[in-house]
């Protein structure tokens, strides 16, 4: 039976095992008989397992992912095993998601770099909405699909880059305030304010990875996916991992559940809980300090900014 | 019958942790956009809070209302619009208000304009731009913005008007110019011009115009714009925004005297040149 019309699509093959006590599913056959290939990319079939005794069951033919450290004390190298699955590092092993951000981070160094530097030679204002509009956003996927305190190392890397990018295409450097402004000027760090702030229309501007809340974003929208869900107008929703429902809770997700939703989340205990808590105050903070600047009385000023004004 | 206005919604983060996000599609959006309202709030109060003559609060406020201006940063490069490098950079710093490149290199250096000194050049480049003896000086530029838009405004009107802004021949320059000896020469011509107005206002057919009466109903008008430098010197922002009017009164109180000398001189050139005519015919 074929899935696809001939030529069978080239896809890359993935296995993930994350039941100890399983045999290894040979994937690859299996892809044989409903008549797709893993010729082409051989190589991509791969598998993991936490538990050492489970990877050792994985034939050898299948990739099993690692990264290698060195300990600088005791001199002893260690593997770090782990998988990629749809851009993502899983892994039990906190190193190997660590060392895959890094490797993710170095690649998109590289790219910003190669970019725009190739820009900002022939044309800088190009540059600049290069910048903006792509290169930004490169590691906006990798943010919002691990864990928030996993991706600090990998947001201040690449944010480093991305403000090398702007200021070889702008001429000056908007973010350091000594720069362009003198020790006596009155509030040195407006222009750096400024230079982060995004307009609210019409475009982008320099923005951080570590400003914005992708992870939180994609938790809201991804978890009530998990589990089988009922709406407001009783219709059901098919969950895709019902097996969470110990940690996301029995009917977490219906409509009548909306004021707890994440209550049986929260207490679970779990790294992305914790993460999820941490971006969801720190976000808050940021907002109420905001507020706590700007008190919300209209300003009886002539010079009141326009609604959609982007200064 | 305009529309209801709906109640905005309570900010994001007024919903506990338990049950944040719930009703919302684009979390990320609607967080960031929360935000950016404050922090436009919070980038608009310290600019105002800023000296007059800071060119980081210039620099925003002169373009607020310019959608065009404020897409410098954001917006992506059009074929009618393009910036040569230097020219870009030299523009990022002026939509910053920060010292532009180049003038960076020339900081103190003369500027020498038709081969005399005309004092010295300042970081960000204010005494280059609003020298008189240069053209685009920053003290023409605000001239021809509000006569500008005041020749908008009349149009909208339907108030009709001839400007000096006319290049067809049927402005004032052309009007004025043929009433005025022909030829004059040096000194004289640059006294002649002053005596042009940029705007002539016909309003003699109207009266109650916009429903209660306006001064300049009835009557022609004959207009002329005094403009000051742009934000050069602080005491002189602090005097003319602190007495909202004096720095155009007292600029107001030159004209008559400047238009007397350029009558007379404009005179003196034509007696000047009727006479050896008169002799000739005797």
Redesign the interface.
Known sequence: MRLWPAPPPKFMVTVILVAPSRSPHLVPRDMLQVGLTTKRHATKASAYSPSPEDRARIPAYVKQHYFESTDSATGLTSRHYGIEIGGAAISADYMYRRLWLREKAADIVHKIRLVSKGFAVI????G??VN??SLQALGEYIMKVHPASDTVEFASTVDEAMREAFNLC???D?LDPAE??GSN???PS??H????????T????IRPLSH???F??CL??CLPLMLDSTGPDGSKTKGFFPNLVNILGKNSFDADN??????TF?QSGSLITSD??AE??K??D???A??H??PPEPSV?S?S??PS??? | MSAPTLPLPPPIFDTPVEAFGVGVKKVQKVIMDERHVLMNADIFRRVIELPYDDPRRKAPLEILYNEFATNLLTGLPVQGVLFKPAKWKEQVSVYMGLPPPETRKSVNQHMIIKGVIRGKVDLHANNLLNSHYATGGGTSLNHNTILGNVEVGLHDAGVPFKSTGSTNGQGTKGTFQGQLPENPSGSSLEKTNKIIPDLVIRASHLSGSNVVDCDLDGANHIVDFKTTRPFTIRQHLYYSWGNSGEKAKSCQQRVPRSYKEARLGAARHAARSERPNRERTQ
């Open positions: 044309d800088p204002q190009s600049h909405a903006n509009y702008l001429g000056v908007l362009h402004t000027a009155p509030d407006l222009t304010d400024r230079a982060l702030l995004r307009g609210c019409g475009g982008a501007s914005r809340p992708h939180l974003s809201c929208n909306d004021s707890t939703r994440y209550s929260l999820y808590k969801y105050f976000h808050k940021i907002f109420e905001l507020c600047k700007n000023s010079d900014p326009p004004s982007h200064l």
